[in-house]
């Protein structure tokens, strides 16, 4: 008879903890999904501006290769 009211007790107690377990788990799951996501939106948004920093330094090495003839023309 005790056992049997002790099931009856604890029995909802660890159905509760079970669930709020399950429940902790399902959020920390769905946080770091999000996570995940925003970082792979931050990957190609850096992806992206290293492409345009590369076209950017092409630009600056020419000029500035433009730059160095236009001395040695006027050195010289």
């Known amino acids: 008879m005790v056992d049997h009211s002790l ?5 909802p107690l660890a159905v509760a ?5 399950v429940g902790w788990l399902f959020s ?3 946080d770091v999904e999000k996570l995940a996501l925003e970082n792979s939106t931050h ?3 850096l992806h992206m501006a ?4 590369g076209k950017q330094i092409e630009e600056v090495e020419k000029t500035l290769t433009d730059m ?9």
């Not at 290293?50 to 920093?53: A, H, K, N, P, R």
């Not at 160095?68 to 010289?76: C, E, F, N, P, S």
């Open 7 to 11: 099931v009856k007790t604890f029995t």
């Open 17 to 21: 903890a079970l669930l709020a377990t």
């Open 28 to 30: 920390t799951v769905m």
């Open 43 to 45: 990957i190609k948004h």
């Open 50 to 53: 290293e492409e345009t920093f």
């Open 68 to 76: 160095r003839i236009q001395v040695g023309r006027l050195v010289h």
